[in-house]
């Protein structure tokens, strides 16, 4: 069964730092691109960065220059380096992965629970 596990939310001062880890676990062939959502209270889902195997990049206009995505494919795991935070950067963050099972086999994705991110002082 394949797992992705987030951790690193918490609560940080406007203008501070956050690093969010999210790690996929079980038996499977590869992973493709990796996505960071974020969903504030009353507000839909949005995307906020992604991250190909090969390492290419994009992210939200309201987070450039500001938020880094990054991956280990090694361990299965992809990064969201978080600075400069502001109070609207409060939300819920998701992690997102295009899971292949058989490299031979369209990917399918699978969502972490969600991890805390509060940006207030």
């Known amino acids: 069964q394949v797992q992705l596990m987030e951790s690193g939310g918490g609560l940080v001062q406007p203008g501070g730092s956050l690093r969010l880890s999210c790690a996929a676990s079980?038996?499977?062939?590869?992973?493709?691109?990796m996505r960071w959502y974020r969903q504030a209270p009353g507000k839909q889902r949005e995307l906020v960065a992604s991250i190909t195997r090969g390492g290419s990049t994009n992210y939200a206009d309201p987070v450039k220059g500001r938020f880094t995505c990054s991956r280990d494919n090694a361990e299965n795991t992809v990064y969201l380096q978080m600075s400069s935070l502001k109070p609207e950067d409060t939300a819920v963050y998701y992690c997102?992965?295009?899971?292949?099972?058989?490299?031979?086999?369209?990917?399918?994705?699978?969502w972490g629970q969600g991890t805390q991110v509060t940006v207030s002082s």
């Open positions: 997102n992965a295009a899971i292949r099972m058989k490299l031979y086999r369209e990917p399918s994705d699978y």
């Open positions: 079980g038996i499977f062939a590869s992973i493709d691109t």
